[in-house]
């Protein structure tokens, strides 16, 4: 069974702020995928990043940042500088990828709140 | 880019109806994927399907059904609907079993 553990359930910062949202997983697949979605409020699942299980190279993309460490079973994602628009809920989620399919296993998201 | 396209955008329906919602995937993806989001819940996976065949199935209940059809679009049906199936519903599609990217959603409403 996969497993995804985001223990923030909601964070508060101000503007320019950095922060970072823990991604904790769970799984027995050798082969695997995480990602990264952002809901805002306006309610679509905005996809952010994908990582392969093989591929533990840190990425950069402008103020976003992730770190995968696989001892660790994380997958941590930081803003940079947050701004107002960065406010939404951001989900980490899990998939294998095996001939059972490669269903999105999510964790229970942590609602980012930016204030001016 | 072309998107997954879902409508209706707002269902509101009583108890016992039925609904059908509707998915159009990104051209040449080969996987289609339902979800259903309850107020304040992560996403749960309730079904999918490769090249028109099922896939794999999770927490759907039995009054749902979906299929695809040759085209590729996706409807999802769902019948005798209770105050429980008030959610969001997205579609997703993927190629190659990589990136799922998400419709922007239905939102169902059950009085």
Redesign the interface.
């Known amino acids: 069974a996969q497993k995804v553990t985001q223990a923030q359930t909601e964070i508060s910062v101000v503007e320019k702020e950095d922060v970072t949202l823990d991604c904790v997983y769970e799984t027995r697949d050798t082969t695997y995928y995480l990602f990264w979605y952002k809901q805002p409020p306006s309610g679509e699942l905005v996809f952010l990043i994908r990582r392969n299980s093989f591929d533990e190279q840190n990425e950069i993309s402008g103020r976003y940042s992730w770190n995968f460490q696989k001892s660790t079973s994380s997958f941590n994602f930081t803003i940079t500088a947050s701004q107002v628009v960065d406010s939404a809920v951001y989900f980490c989620a899990l998939s294998a990828h095996n001939n059972a399919g490669n269903m999105l296993t999510f964790g229970g998201g942590t609602r980012l709140m930016v204030k001016p | 880019a072309a998107g997954v396209i879902q409508s209706p955008r707002h269902l509101i329906k009583e108890k016992r109806e039925t609904a059908t919602l509707k998915c159009y995937p990104i051209p040449r993806h080969d996987?289609v994927?339902w979800?259903q989001q309850g107020p304040g819940?992560?996403?749960?996976?309730l079904i999918?399907f490769y090249e028109k065949m099922q896939?794999?199935k999770?927490s759907i209940p039995d009054r749902f059904s979906a299929q695809q059809f040759s085209d590729y679009h996706s409807e999802l049906n769902m019948s005798s609907l209770e105050l429980g199936d008030s959610a969001?519903y997205?579609c997703?599609s993927?190629w190659n079993?990589?990136?799922?990217?998400?419709?922007?959603?239905t939102?169902l409403l059950v009085l």
């Open positions: 996987t994927y979800y819940q992560d996403p749960q996976f999918s896939s794999d999770g969001l997205f997703a993927s079993q990589e990136t799922q990217y998400f419709g922007p959603g939102r």
